[in-house]
């Protein structure tokens, strides 16, 4: 089982990377998606929060990407 040193660093990668990384390290992840009330459609998914559940075992948090507006 993996220690807590070795938690996957995933954060604003793009959802299929963190799923190769979680993957390679042995990680068990599920994943949830979270947006605004109004939704954004299309976009890349990003993971946002990387939550551990259990030894080994934590939820990915994806958000759509909103193109074309830079904060």
């Given amino acids: 089982m993996p220690r807590e040193e070795q938690i996957p660093d995933v954060l604003a990668l793009k959802l299929e990377e963190a799923l190769a990384i979680c993957n390679q390290m042995g990680w068990q992840v599920e994943v949830q998606t979270t947006a605004p009330?109004?939704?954004i459609s299309?976009?890349?998914e990003r993971?946002?929060?990387?939550?551990v559940t259990a030894p080994g075992k934590g939820v990915l948090t994806v958000a759509r990407e909103k193109t074309g507006k830079e904060v």
């Fill in 37 to 39: 009330p109004r939704g």
């Fill in 47 to 51: 993971v946002v929060r990387f939550t």
């Fill in 42 to 44: 299309g976009g890349t």
